[in-house]
């Protein structure tokens, strides 16, 4: 996760006081992050969906008992935090029990949501278990949204859900997955994110893993991307200015590190080292490292898009014996720094910042998990490759004025009826 706000933050302080601030030193290392899909069953059949996931009972998912036994092993391990996910986690009876279990244990705990399920009753116990963060997943505005996610009526009650959350005062996120299918919804749902007073945005890019790779030709353009990292850079920008918490991060693409120091290059150059030297330390792509996944059997993954891949079951092995193991190839590449990255990522001047990016959507295109990554939309002289032959990019759909703001560009992107023909629904 690239925490936008966070740098920009920074960066604002630092045109205030004249002195790059000295981030806080933190403890040694921890355990990493812990996804962890309670369940595959889901009341949505989501088109990006990485689960695959559909509205039946799926066989082995760990009891109530190995997910306490599981949870022990992750605390004495060092994991810090658990964001609880699906499927969609409210249709597993015992996530109330789960989560209180989790906070009792010291677990910062999170919950991701459709958020349909959503009632008053429901909200009133979501906010007694005192989660520290309620993600909710919304793809546009009412149309986009509902088809996307294969309901009539998603987004009003993932809507409403939001205002009942914010009436019981728990901190709320909005999660976007941004492909060329819902790009134009991008600023509108940036409105909607202030007139709510919802605390947080998670723009994810899409990542070629379960419906999310059927769907992976319909990835958003280069240039919509870039622009939609513009858009997002100025409203944290101007956030950060005016003193506000909104909180604005990226996901499942670290090349946006990148294209921040070439943004914040163009405004407060002079700050341009200080941030390099943040971001390096931040050092990119986390699979493997510092973020993990628990699925609903309790096989473990590298994150949440190796669902393919996996390392071992904590029914077998403790996670705690599973995580630091790098007897697995894949598991050794994702831990060994710098990582064993080929093709453009090898030559990047900025390896040392995005980490390589994400090594699943090379092996999805590719098969091989170290070529370069053919999500990254930096242009080859943005990487130190001027001189290198143009690498193949995907064509762009012809955009309006460069006048125009990237607000404007993107919402006039023109929508692809035609690609939101369902092609899959199997699970």
Not at 45 to 68: I, N, Q, R, W
Not at 136 to 147: E, F, N, P
Not at 272 to 286: D, F, H, I, K
Not at 399 to 408: I, K, L, V
Request: hydrophobic share 40%; glycine share 8%; with cysteine.
């Amino acid at each position: 996760m690239f925490r936008i706000s966070q740098y920009l933050r920074e960066v604002a302080q630092a045109e205030r006081t004249g002195t790059y601030p000295v981030p806080r030193r933190h403890g040694g290392p921890g355990g990493p992050v812990v996804i962890w899909n309670l369940t595959r069953r889901c009341n949505l059949t989501c088109k990006h969906c990485y689960a695959l996931s559909a509205d039946h009972d799926y066989p082995g998912e760990l009891s109530t008992a190995e997910v306490s036994t599981t949870m022990d092993d992750l605390r004495a391990f060092g994991v810090p935090v658990l964001i609880l996910s699906g499927g969609e986690p409210l249709l597993r009876p015992d996530l109330f029990d789960i989560a209180h279990e989790a906070r009792a244990k010291g677990f910062y705990v999170a919950l991701s949501t459709n958020g349909t399920l959503i009632d008053e009753a429901m909200a009133q116990r979501i906010a007694d278990v005192g989660f520290g963060y309620v993600g909710i997943s919304i793809d546009g505005l009412r149309a986009t949204h509902d088809r996307f996610r294969r309901l009539d009526g998603a987004f009003d009650a993932s809507l409403r859900a939001l205002r009942l959350l914010k009436a019981h005062d728990v901190k709320l996120g909005l999660r976007f997955t941004m492909t060329d299918m819902n790009a134009h919804d991008l600023p509108a749902l940036l409105q909607l994110m202030r007139d709510e007073g919802v605390d947080k945005f998670y723009f994810s890019h899409l990542n070629y893993a379960g419906r999310g790779n059927i769907h992976r030709t319909r990835d958003a353009h280069f240039q919509a991307t870039r622009d939609a990292m513009d858009l997002l850079f100025d409203t944290a920008w101007q956030a950060a200015l005016a003193g506000r918490d909104d909180e604005f991060v990226t996901g499942n693409n670290d090349a946006d590190a990148v294209y921040l120091m070439q943004w914040l290059q163009t405004r407060a150059p002079q700050w341009l080292p200080a941030l390099r030297e943040r971001l390096v330390s931040w050092g990119g792509n986390a699979s493997g490292l510092h973020i993990a996944n628990i699925d609903n059997l309790g096989e473990v993954h590298p994150d949440t898009m190796w669902w393919h891949h996996s390392l071992g079951n904590v029914r077998q092995r403790p996670f705690s014996a599973i995580w630091p193991d790098t007897s697995d190839p894949l598991m050794a590449g994702l831990k060994q720094q710098p990582r064993p990255v080929q093709g453009r990522c090898a030559q990047c001047a900025h390896v040392a910042v995005c980490g390589g990016n994400t090594r699943v959507r090379a092996e999805q295109v590719t098969g091989n998990p170290w070529a370069e990554d053919p999500g990254c939309y930096l242009d080859d002289d943005e990487i130190g490759l001027s001189g290198a032959a143009p690498a193949p990019r995907v064509v762009v759909t012809p955009m309006p004025s460069r006048r125009a703001s990237a607000a404007q560009r993107l919402a006039a992107i023109p929508v692809r009826d035609a690609a939101l023909i369902d092609t899959d629904t199997s699970a």
